[in-house]
């Protein structure tokens, strides 16, 4: 049971960091998110947090990214983020090509 336990409290660590510490507020002026993997299955094992967003524009550029990553160094508590451009350098084949 203590997996059990452990995935509830990992759920509502996630859900206040989305929905009391501004995430969704921020993810959603960009365009309309969805919250998919592990938390929407309700099936957590640790803090991780899978994303998507349907923009709003046609594309995103890299002005459009930083706006983004700027607002949400805005948040409280974050410590550091990172950017990766899978555009220009193909670092990870597995995933589609973009701004991470």
């Known amino acids: ?17 989305i ?19 592990c938390y929407y299955l309700d099936v957590m094992a640790w803090p991780d947090l899978d994303i998507e967003i349907v923009l709003n524009s046609e594309s995103i550029d890299l002005d459009l990214f930083f706006e983004l990553g700027k607002a949400l160094a805005k948040l409280p508590n974050v410590a550091s983020m990172k950017f990766d451009n899978s555009i220009t350098f193909r670092t990870l084949e597995t995933l589609p090509m973009g701004y991470y």
Not at 19 to 26: A, H, P, S
């Open 1 to 17: 049971m203590k997996a059990l336990e452990n995935s509830k409290n990992l759920r509502l660590e996630a859900h206040d960091l």
């Open 19 to 37: 929905y009391k510490n501004g995430l969704n507020d921020v993810l959603s002026t960009f365009g309309d998110v969805f919250y998919t993997g």
